[in-house]
T-cell receptor
Framework: AQKVTQAQTEISVVEKEDVTLDCVYE???????LFWYKQPPSGELVFLIR??????QNEISGRYSWNFQKSTSSFNFTITASQVVDSAVYFC????????????FGKGTTLSVSS | DVKVTQSSRYLVKRTGEKVFLECVQD?????MFWYRQDPGLGLRLIYF???????EKGDIPEGYSVSREKKERFSLILESASTNQTSMYLC???????????????FGSGTQLSVL
């Protein structure tokens, strides 16, 4: 069965703190894709990153970084020096490389960054 | 940039009404999706479509139907609205990716539907 678990329901931090959002996935596929999406208060989900199962290189984009570890089936997301604008719901998602299947989302982590 | 437009941001309907939620995308994407989002449950897939006049059931299709007569438009229909269909409805589109969902999704802003 395919499954995405985001164990942290809500996280609250103060500006400039670093914060890591956890994502653990389950799949029997050897080829798959992992995603992170951000949903700000406006409601529209925004794509952040996509990784395929053969690329375990960590990625950094400004204050955002992602740690993909197949050994632990995790794809964690770290925000460095958090800002109030980072306040949002963050979703991790898993896609199977198979026609006719759809994206599986985790339940999301609500991040609140206070000033 | 891709734009996915949902016709209404907020909608209030009565139980038993037939409800149409419209979604239009402007980037010629083959794939279109309808999700509902509920607190504590995340996003759940209702229906998706890989091409015109094609549709596939998602995880929670009961009580819903869809229509895709044109490539750019994907409609979600609640045949007889019920209070448990009060939710945020999100439409999304993506490139084909060989019929998979390996490509990123572009989302609309959502429709908050209240059924009274």
């Amino acid at each position: 069965a395919q499954k995405v678990t985001q164990a942290q329901t809500e996280i609250s931090v103060v500006e400039k703190e670093d914060v890591t959002l956890d994502c653990v996935y389950e799949t029997r596929d050897t080829t798959y894709y992992l995603f992170w999406y951000k949903q700000p208060p406006s409601g529209e989900l925004v794509f952040l990153i996509r990784r395929n199962s053969f690329d375990e290189q960590n990625e950094i984009s400004g204050r955002y970084s992602w740690n993909f570890q197949k050994s632990t089936s995790s794809f964690n997301f770290t925000i460095t020096a958090s800002q109030v604008v980072d306040s949002a719901v963050y979703f991790c998602a898993l896609s199977r490389n198979q026609a006719g299947t759809a994206l599986i989302f985790g339940k999301g982590t609500t991040l609140s960054v206070s000033s | 940039d891709v734009k996915v437009t949902q016709s209404s941001r907020y909608l209030v309907k009565r139980t038993g009404e037939k409800v149409f939620l419209e979604c239009v995308q402007d980037m010629d994407h083959e794939n279109m999706f309808w999700y509902r989002q509920d607190p504590g449950l995340g996003l759940r897939l209702i229906y998706f479509s890989y091409d015109v006049k094609m549709k596939e059931k998602g995880d929670i299709p009961e009580g819903y139907s869809v229509s895709r007569e044109k490539k750019e438009r994907f409609s979600l229909i609640l045949e007889s609205a019920s209070t448990n269909q009060t939710s945020m409805y999100l439409c999304a589109s993506s490139l084909p990716g060989g019929g998979t969902t390996n490509e990123k999704l572009f989302f609309g802003s959502g429709t908050q539907l209240s059924v009274l």
